[in-house]
């Protein structure tokens, strides 16, 4: 299994009163001999938190858009600049990537990682497949559901080499007008998210014809191939994860996320090996998608 010393963990974003501070020291306790770095921004406030390195950031501020009707903040630049800062910091040859408000309850991801090597095909681009959640990694088959998006893997939590996850993150800040492009060619389905953002400016660095893609159907299989190949989807227990801030779970629905399931199924299809399950996973989608067809029509 992979030594605690060879990881390096960044822990991203704001500091939150005491959500910062018992994570960090949650990852101090799970992870002991691990690197610990600590990327924030100018002018917070980090006295008495544990960690070896801070990084200090200079805050590049949210972006106002206008999504479901009414105007949000999006913070991608604020993850990127401050992830990268903090990946950029750190010495090992692993990282985790996690966000100020989740801590660490085990390391159970370590043993699952080593089970799936690269795959490869014209789709795999990681030196090895990052760990992310199944927590809002969207499946776009899901109709109806708000927010069934492509190209959409959770950013909660990352686990990876570091040169995979620094060239992830080495991507340009966040742009209105090229944004605007990308929604034009996805009909307006395309990098609404941060999730999304960063993803997708990954894919254009890779292979940018995958996002000229027009056939929804190709869209939908390429979608999948790409988080089967790249990625290790898995729960927050699998992982060893839980979040300090609760009301995520209730701000916007998970059903129409990936399970793990779902992701063995992908993978094993998608690399042309043996197994079966794809047709069980689609009626899954068909199911999921009659409820929120019948959730959507209750709400008019």
């Known amino acids: 299994m992979i030594s605690v010393n060879e990881i390096s963990i960044v822990v991203q974003g704001a500091i939150t009163s005491n959500k910062t501070r018992k994570c960090l020291l949650s990852v101090r306790k799970i992870l002991p001999d691990a690197e610990l770095i600590l990327s924030t921004w100018e002018g917070m406030d980090v006295a008495g938190l544990e960690y070896d390195k801070v990084i200090f950031s200079s805050d590049p501020g949210g972006n106002r858009l206008f999504q479901e009707d009414e105007y949000t903040i999006n913070n991608v630049n604020r993850q990127i600049l401050s992830t990268n800062a903090g990946i950029k910091a750190t010495s090992k040859k692993y990282v985790i990537k996690m ?8 390391n159970k991801f370590l043993r699952i990682y080593e089970k799936y090597d690269k795959v490869y095909s014209s789709y795999s681009f990681f030196s090895h497949p990052i760990i992310c959640c199944e927590l809002f990694s969207r499946n776009p088959r899901v109709k109806y559901a708000p927010f069934s998006v492509c190209f959409h893997p959770s950013d909660i939590f990352y686990f990876g080499l570091k040169d995979d996850l620094e060239e992830l993150f080495s991507i340009p800040l ?26 997708t400016c990954y894919l254009r660095k890779k292979n940018p014809e995958l996002l000229s893609i027009t056939d929804n159907a190709i869209l939908m299989n390429v979608n999948e191939e790409l988080l089967a190949m790249n990625f290790i989807v898995l729960s927050n227990n699998q992982i060893g994860i839980r979040s300090l801030k609760k009301e995520i779970y209730k701000s916007v629905p998970i059903h129409n996320c990936y399970s793990h399931l779902d992701w063995v199924i992908l993978r094993l299809s998608y690399s042309r090996k043996k197994g079966g399950g794809f047709l069980l996973y689609m009626l899954k989608v068909k199911m999921l998608s009659v409820y929120y067809m019948f959730l959507s029509k209750g709400r008019k």
Do not use: A, H, M, V
């Not at 966000?99 to 309850?105: A, C």
């Open 99 to 106: 966000r100020t408000d989740f801590e660490l309850i085990s």
């Open 174 to 199: 966040y742009n209105c007008k090229e944004t605007e492009l990308l929604n034009l060619l996805f009909n307006g389905t395309i990098c609404l998210f941060p999730e999304q953002y960063i993803w």
